[in-house]
């Protein structure tokens, strides 16, 4: 079973592919594409969100026989500001491309993925792996979140 974890950001959205069928799991896009950049001319929210659309339209296209999308949510407090509000944009984004393609979709914060900002990195590496490239906070979120889909059918 293959499992999408997505994890928004207003500058760079980060997405893991992993396969449950093998022990342990496995990070699949490790080596390859793991975050979405938006083009220079990609300036507002509109443009943003209809670029990440059609982003998803491709890995999908690439990935067909993903079965699953975890989202892992933002953590909304009290002081939210506008780049919380364009990430939940991407969120809703994804959520659109799933519901007109029938594919099941989780949304889940740290808690309900047994982890914390703190420690998310390194649950990342020791449940599946991490990325050769551009490792952080948010692709150990993306990773998280696809593990979590893999091991809770």
């Not at 999908?60 to 944009?89: C, L």
């Not at 007109?100 to 590496?125: E, F, G, M, W």
């Not at 979120?141 to 893999?150: H, L, P």
């Amino acid at each position: 079973m293959k499992i999408l974890g997505f994890r928004s950001d207003p500058s760079t959205p980060r997405y893991a592919i992993v396969d449950s069928s093998g022990t342990p799991p496995a990070l699949l896009n490790a080596d390859g594409e793991s975050r979405l950049r938006f083009p220079a001319d990609c300036t507002n929210e509109a443009a943003q969100v209809t670029w990440l659309f059609r982003e998803f339209e491709r890995i999908f296209h690439i990935h067909p026989d993903i079965d699953r999308v975890i989202i892992k949510k933002g953590e909304f407090t009290q002081g939210d500001n506008n780049a919380k509000r364009v990430a939940s944009y991407q969120e809703a984004a994804l959520l659109l491309y799933c519901g007109q393609h029938n594919k099941p979709v989780v949304s889940k914060i740290y808690a309900s993925l047994s982890t914390r900002s703190a420690q998310v990195k390194d649950h990342a590496i020791a449940r599946v792996g991490q990325t050769t490239k551009y490792w952080d906070g948010k692709m150990a979120d993306a990773i998280i979140a696809a593990w979590w889909g893999a091991t809770n059918p």
